[in-house]
């Protein structure tokens, strides 16, 4: 066989490596993994080293990765509490969208000039606007958890908020992929939409069914992760080529379809395993590596800056507003807002999704690691000080 053949075992043994190490390295200096993991791959990529170059097995690779972090993130979303948060967490999560969606969308335009409507300029600005929507809650979650206010009436709406959050951005994200694509038109994109949607509901009490009997015959057996492997496949593959929307919303879709089924943290678990091991590694440092620091100018740096700031004031404007009308008073506000600035492996799927279909540069990578940095360290530390004020007092 030929000798290149064998170069991927050497380029995912480099990855692996740089991506752990350079993880370890993040965490203790209380940074998430991810980032470490993206630098990793800047590091050994053509920016820096230029050891490990992108290939299309890479990429392959890098795609199994983020469909397996979507299902895994489905598997994790708890129906129980959203259903204890309900409405104001629904309203919440829909502002956290609306105003950073918005607000993105008229930086892009202010900052590089207004497009005509239906234009790729016009469709990479709104696509920057879709990256600010995503919220990641487990920073939040790990800070309320050690303040003792995570099971408290204000920790379980903002918990609940950054779920449906995520929900409705993956909504935003495959309608927006839909119309982009010229040779669909909008009403089309909304029907496939209505109708995986329709379909995934469907599925989701046949397959809950099913999942939930054999969960009780065959209880923590490997068959259950295998079978539930097949179903996040399958949807992913589905949504992707029956009703051309995003394949990470199939994958999310099936997780969500056992969440709640006795085993789901037993699936979690075992999904994590290739997941941490292998996939997501090669997905974070793929990234780093296909992010250019040569493309970095003065110009990329203001507007990076701007997006960082834009998208977290979003969240607090956009969050805190609608927690004050629906009757959360003081700083609490605050805090329902600043709970919901953190950005991680969401935010990066779908800026990845979104170069992938040619709708961003990939030079504004640079734009979302900056942010999921600056919003995973000044989160924790204002909701400390917050929390903090209000004991005091």
């Known amino acids: 066989m030929d000798e290149n053949m064998y170069m991927i075992f050497r380029d995912l043994a480099i990855i692996i490596v740089a991506a752990k190490f350079c993880g370890i390295v993040a965490s203790k200096l209380k940074a998430p993994q991810v980032v470490g993991e993206i630098i990793a791959g ?81 469709y990479t600005g709104i696509f920057i606007g879709v990256i600010m929507t995503a919220t990641s809650v487990s920073i939040t979650v790990a800070t309320l958890q050690e303040l003792g206010k995570l099971k408290e009436s204000l920790g379980t709406t903002i918990m609940g908020a950054a779920i ?30 209505g109708l995986f949607f329709l379909l995934a509901a469907l599925l989701g009490v046949g397959g809950y069914q099913l999942f939930r009997f054999l969960d009780e015959k065959y209880p923590h057996t490997r068959r259950i992760p295998i079978f539930g492997l097949v179903l996040c496949l399958a949807l992913a593959y589905v949504a992707e080529t029956q009703f051309g929307i995003a394949d990470i919303t199939g994958a999310y879709v ?27 590694p090669v997905f974070f440092a793929s990234i780093g590596i296909k992010t250019s620091l040569q493309q970095m100018n003065p110009s990329l740096l203001v507007f990076s800056i701007l997006f960082v700031v834009v998208a977290l004031v979003g969240k607090i404007i956009g969050c805190g507003t609608i927690a004050r009308i629906l009757g959360i008073k003081g700083k609490d506000t605050l805090k329902v807002g600043v709970g919901m600035m953190t950005r991680g492996e969401v935010a990066l799927i779908v800026m990845q999704k979104g170069i992938d279909e040619g709708m961003i540069d990939p030079m504004y990578s640079t734009s979302v690691i900056l942010l999921i940095v600056v919003s995973s360290i000044i989160t924790p530390i204002i909701l400390k000080v917050l929390y903090a004020e209000k004991a005091a007092a």
Do not use: H, W
């Open 254 to 280: 099936a997780g969500i379809i056992l969440c709640n089924i006795q085993d789901s943290e037993y699936i979690a678990r075992k999904i994590d395993i290739s997941s941490y091991m292998i996939f997501a």
């Open 42 to 122: 800047l590091l050994i990529g053509p920016s820096v080293f230029g050891i490990v170059s992108e290939s299309d097995f890479m990429i392959q690779m890098a795609e199994i990765g983020v469909v397996l972090l979507m299902f895994f993130a489905g598997l994790e979303t708890n129906l129980k509490d959203l259903k204890k948060t309900g409405f104001k967490a629904l309203l919440i999560a829909i502002a956290g969208v609306v105003v950073p969606l918005v607000g993105g969308s008229i930086l892009y335009f202010l900052y590089y000039g207004m497009a005509p409507f239906g234009s790729d300029k016009f």
């Open 164 to 193: 449906i959050d995520d929900v409705i951005g993956i909504i935003v994200l495959t309608l927006v992929i839909g119309f982009k694509n010229p040779d669909v038109s909008p009403m089309n994109v909304v029907k496939n939409t």
